[in-house]
């Protein structure tokens, strides 16, 4: 007697909602470009002029957020996101190499010059603005791109996340320097940047975004999904 063909389940999800994510991901992309544009205009122009390299540190951050995001843009502009994936994984990963080198550069010559950054409100209100802003673009990217299995979704989210958290870093930077006058915050919050850029972008160099899907472990439908390493599993508080 034979058994009933039992037919494995699809993973990820369907065509129809691929579709979907995938134009989602495409607008998130675009609105994290032009966010960063002005960002990156503002931080640059306010940190030469106060002479801070935390300030400059942080709008070149937003410029290969800028990078970052495009590469994503041109994986989904292509018929086979997939196929470009490496390569978009690839120019982010670089990105934040960049960033990392050049802001420790400019930190360390900071500190043993004894530069001292002048104050900046311009700086600590864009700081403000990013903290509340970044957050919401992350979590609806890194959530699309989870669902898609897309990697360089997720590593592009990660990068704005990270934004988040230098914004955080920033802040505490030029208020103390502003506050109290330590001059070293501002380099010191520098650094900070550029070791989060370093993990950052060996994780995205190696594609651990957290996001590939796990043959027949997707639940019906293709909404959200069990991943290999288990962290994108639904419920785990990270949706």
Sequence with gaps: M??????PAPVGPAPAR?????????????ATIAYNVVEAVVAITAGTIASSTALIGFGLDSVIEVSSAAAVAWQFAGRDPESREK??????????????AYVTVESVRALIGGAEPEHSSIGLILAAL?????PFLSYAQRRAGRELGSRSAVAD?????????LSAVLLV??????????SWADPIAALVIAAVAVKEGRDA?????????VAGLAPAGGMGGTCADGCCTPGDGRW
């Design 130 to 134: 990013s903290l509340l802003i970044m």
């Design 18 to 30: 691929r579709a979907v994510l995938a134009r989602r991901v495409r607008l998130l992309v675009a």
């Design 157 to 165: 989210s990660r990068q704005t996340l990270l934004c988040t958290y």
């Design 205 to 213: 160099w190696r594609g651990d975004t957290c996001c590939t899907p």
């Design 87 to 100: 390569v978009a994984l690839r120019i982010i990963a670089v990105s934040f190499f960049a960033l990392a």
């Design 2 to 7: 034979s058994l009933p063909l039992v037919r």
């Design 173 to 182: 930077g030029l208020g103390l320097n502003s506050l109290f006058g330590w």
